[in-house]
């Protein structure tokens, strides 16, 4: 028995309704260290977000954390051979709770695949595989900046009348501030785990984590897995061919160029040239998607055209072929819902069964050629919806076609052939394709086919039993690039979609109606959904809104008399509830909501990424070389660009800014090469208030004090809270 330490601790006993407090003279030192011990490990769950089971079921206990000096070395011993005992079985404990908080969370081993010799912990999977669009409420300041909620709200109380703006300001700017000052010491489970898998990342930069190309599983492939599929990939000399340099430039002038054509010609108006008009244009970048479900896993590629010289003229063209073609198509359908509504309880005659065609990489395999040989034919559809010539039309396809380039670990690829994955005309040019080459084939099969149904690539058909080898020849001989693969039945039904046509509500045949909502139920539950709610939903539906299709709509949406704006916030609870209360008396606006913190945040950048100096709609910062200002700035243009702008007026129009006018009156210079992105938004108005918040928190900034005359002083104590830069986008 270890000898009790003389010590004064303040015990609290409760006696039903009455506390009663005394003083104990005596404790030994066993109940001491348990006690330190424990307050310590109380103190790891709060920071974890683990509530121990005595807390959930509200006994509260009250402890000191006491010190003690050991008068001799053998006291000191005893105390460390104490605690040690006493703080492993806390930690077992602590692991216990942590474990039992884990599995509380539904995941399933599917969910992610690894394809490397790496061991992934227990917390980084189960946070990986909720994958990157599940959300983690975030905290303010260590999260998401205050300056970036504080933006959001000014952009919606903008709209407002000018005689309620500061009223709301104030309502606004009280429920951000007691918000962060309540919410300080907030923490849960899933921050923990996220701040785990955080570590995790950064110590295994040699790893790869992206989503699957389908199922929504999320892929976990080493650095060198990923770029041997990516060469092997782009190694197809048929395909894509090596750039010498950047061609950007020189397809953002081709780009205006036609565009002024199109102005001049009167085609188009001014304001759809300023719109198709780009001087910011960035190269596309190419990335690949596991095909998990694929043998040997390869990638699918995409192309993001995002920012690229000719995506506006792209998206533009993609309008009229759709309109064009909207009632061209003879065996497409929507989605699962009208298939469903299609083939339930269709009779297949007999002798016949059900084969799914998928055509191998549809995008890149079809021809410039094809696609003008099916427009002229068709030109009298197209002239319908445009006043373009045929010429001008052909033309213009023509150069979205030569555009398709991209760039991958700085290199730039010229894609020779086909349509790129990515690009915003390369699907309606895929529908029309394959709605021609259905019209063309389905007539040359020596036998009926009672059974059609195209969705892009994917083809079913009901064929009899011994023709799938005459139905591949005849469809894999419309185009020498196009080619097909033939998946047959199996159980009686093959995939199609996301659905599974099966021989023997909208998806499900009444026959495997209950299974079918016992396992979309599992589904649901698997990811979260509470099973009262779920239920709720499920006998919520009459019996004739689940005998409802959705039809699809052809003719034009009539415009309300008024036009509601779009607004975004943040989505913190339970700031964005409160926020948008305050909100909601301003009239016409619609406010949605955005995951600020996502699981995304863990994946890898396989994308290359934008240099500085091409990024755009960006708020930046240049110090000077002479001595410690700062020059804050915004713009919506090319960063390159914008800084040439700057080195000219240093020079020749010292009036013009604050960054010009200190260069000039002082001789001194700023060092634009190591100008600093702040934080970036293609928002005006955000990006505009942006850069006052960050002008306002550099002291030795040299702006005017005119670029601050728009910042309410009403912010000026929470924005004090948040002095650090945005997280970069």
Known sequence: MISAAIIGLLLIKFNKNTIIVEISETLPLTVLTWNAINHVRTLHCRTTGILPRHIVQNIKCLTNLLSDDAENNRKNRSYKKVFSNNKK???????????????SIQIRDEWLCNLTTTQIPTEVKVILSLGPKFGVAPLPVKDIPIKNIVADVENIINLAPITRQNILRAKCTNAITNFVHNSKMTHNFEHYLLTNARRFVKTHDDLVITPADKGNITVILSTEQYEQK??????????????????????????????????DKGFIDASMARKLTTYKAIPPRIYGLPKVHKADIPLRPIVSTIGSASVELSQFMTQILTEAFSDFHDYTIADSFQFASKINNFILPQGYKLISLDA???????????????????????????????????????????????????????????????SKISPILANIVMSVLLKYCIPLLPFQVPITYQYVDDLLLAIPEDRTATTLAVFNNYDPHIKFTAEEETENGVPFL???AIRIKKICHPDFLHNSEEKLLKIFENNGYPRMFLNRCRHSLTSDQVDEVPQIRTSTLVEPATHDKYVSLP???????????????????????????????????????????SRSDVVYRIPCENCESVYVGQTSQCLKRRISIHKSDARLRPDRCALA?????????????????????????????????????????????????????????????????????
Request: glycine share 2%; aromatic share 10%.
């Open 89 to 103: 079985l806390l930690e077992k404990k602590f692991l216990a709770l942590k474990k039992r908080k884990i599995q």
């Open 230 to 263: 990516m060469n092997q990939l782009l190694q197809d000399s048929s395909v894509y061919k090596q750039l010498r340099r950047d061609p950007t430039n020189e397809f953002q002038c081709k780009n205006n160029k036609i565009v002024k054509q199109l102005k």
């Open 360 to 422: 191998v990489s549809l995008f890149t395999n079809i021809s410039l050629e094809l696609v003008i040989q099916i427009i002229q034919q068709e030109w009298s559809r197209v002239s319908q919806v445009t006043t373009i010539d045929i010429s001008l039309f052909i033309i213009i396809i023509k150069f979205l076609f030569e555009s398709s380039y991209f760039v991958f670990k700085g290199s730039f690829i010229s894609q020779i052939f086909g349509c790129a994955m990515g």
């Open 498 to 500: 996301d659905t599974k």
């Open 571 to 613: 989505l913190i609870p339970p700031l964005t509830g409160k926020l948008t209360k305050i909100l909601k008396e301003i009239e016409n606006i619609k406010i949605a909501k955005y995951n600020p913190l996502v699981v995304g945040v863990l994946f890898s950048q396989t994308k290359d990424r934008i240099h500085t100096m």
């Open 661 to 729: 006018s200190h260069s000039s009156s002082l001789d001194h210079h700023f060092k634009f090469d190591e100008v600093e992105i702040l934080c970036t938004n293609s928002n005006y108005n955000k990006r505009s208030f942006l850069e006052m918040c960050f002008i306002n928190e550099n002291e030795n900034n040299i702006n005017k004090k005119t670029d601050l005359k728009n910042l309410s002083v009403v912010y000026s104590y929470l924005l004090s809270l948040d002095r650090r830069p945005s997280r970069q986008t």
